[in-house]
């Protein structure tokens, strides 16, 4: 990539001024700039964040350029409703800083000004070179670290660290047009995600460039260019040398956004399952039935639902789905090792977590329930009064209950319990007790609490492993 050879520092005395300082680097072969005006684009300020335009007016009236930029541009390009404005400036942080009384440095690689109004922030980039390419995963660029630090670029070298085209586009506050570098508007027109560079050689640099291509070509309905599709198989392994904890982000961000469904299709597709759920991959092409895949596409399904009508969607029900598959196989071969029921379900929940960690930072606070989730499903078949009164009770009750919708969808299965417990919620305490008491099966349990109903157990927990069948 030339744009490090073309990165210079901004001298922090210097008030460089906004349009007057771009000008094309003839030494960059790609980059040239193409203005598109406002009446060329589809981009209304009534769209953009009044923050935003806030922040841009302000830099503009100081004699700094500011541009809106990334994400939100392309997706206004698209009609779509950006969650974030990002703007990117050639002001230093400081010089932002200065600007605002509402405004916070953070990062200590990259100092990035955001400006806070509120509960929304503008984050505002001061243009910088592919020095840092925001991965993340130190350990891939040991060496000049440093220098990474403090270099600033040009708008220029600024289009050219970013990852697609469709990302490098700048919206102009002074006269409302779009500018482009890198051919980004045409590829948004013709909704193709291209990466800019070499992309086997951007992929190299960070990984996560592949699941961002998968995430965003599912979110904006794009097609992933030849050249960009191509290397994507070949190199999926490379993702184990991501950060888990920037893993986990980026699954948050592809299968909570509303296009779970599409993101796991292009998983599948491009051959990216086995690099970041190893387990539940395996898992899924050893089960001829395809019922453990098709529950989780119903699950994937329901929670991009949920997404389109807002409602909450949660990270402990999302990893439960999506290491289900695991789940099911780690426990059919504890069981058929002889281990009991009960026991075999702790380990196999303890070694999945435990193995997906190794990829996924998946946090504590989300496996904990995860983990509750996949237990709580081996308790449904009791209908013994105390353990059906503190089920109901369970703080984890509601989620594992819909898992359990989950897998009658898919298996046809659970179909009883499913309609018990459906009932069971809408009951009053006397009315649960009178209903029990009413069910000739589930009489023989009631005073009976606390010795253990073994042999329905045994059914239970071998009908979770039934699903991998
Ligand atoms: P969305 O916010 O819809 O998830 P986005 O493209 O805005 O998508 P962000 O993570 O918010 O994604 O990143 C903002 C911008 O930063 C991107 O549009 C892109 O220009 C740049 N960027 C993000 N990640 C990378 C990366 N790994 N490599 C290069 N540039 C990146
Ligand atoms: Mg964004």
Redesign the pocket.
Known sequence: MPAGRNSRLIDPQSNPHGPATITSQPQIPAVSLRVIPRDQHTISRKDISPNALRVLYRLRDAGYAGYL????V??LLVGGH???F?VATDATPEQVKHLFRNCRLIGRRFRLAHVVFGREIIEVATFRANID???GDRQLHEGGRLLRDNVYGSIEDDAV????T???LYYAIEDFSVRDYLGGFEDVQARQMKLIGDPEQ?YR??P??ML?AI??SA?LGFEIGAETAEPIPRLASLLSEAAPARLFEELL?MFL?GHAVASFEGLERFGLLPAILPETAAALSSNRSGALRRMLLEGLRGTDLRVANDEPVSPAFLFALLLWPAYCRALMALQAGGMNAEEAQRRAADRVTLHQLQTVALPRRFSLPMQEIWLLQSRFSTRQRKRVTRLLAHPRFRAAYDFLLLRLVASGEHAEDVEFWREAQTLSGDALSASLGAEGGADAYLGEDDAPPKRRRRRRSSSAAAATE
Request: charged share 55%; net charge positive.
């Open positions: 930029v990334g994400g939100a392309r997706d950006p969650k974030d990002d390419d925001g991965s660290r970013r990852d697609f469709a990302n490098a951007r640099e960070d996560v460039r961002r995430r965003l979110k961000k956004s």
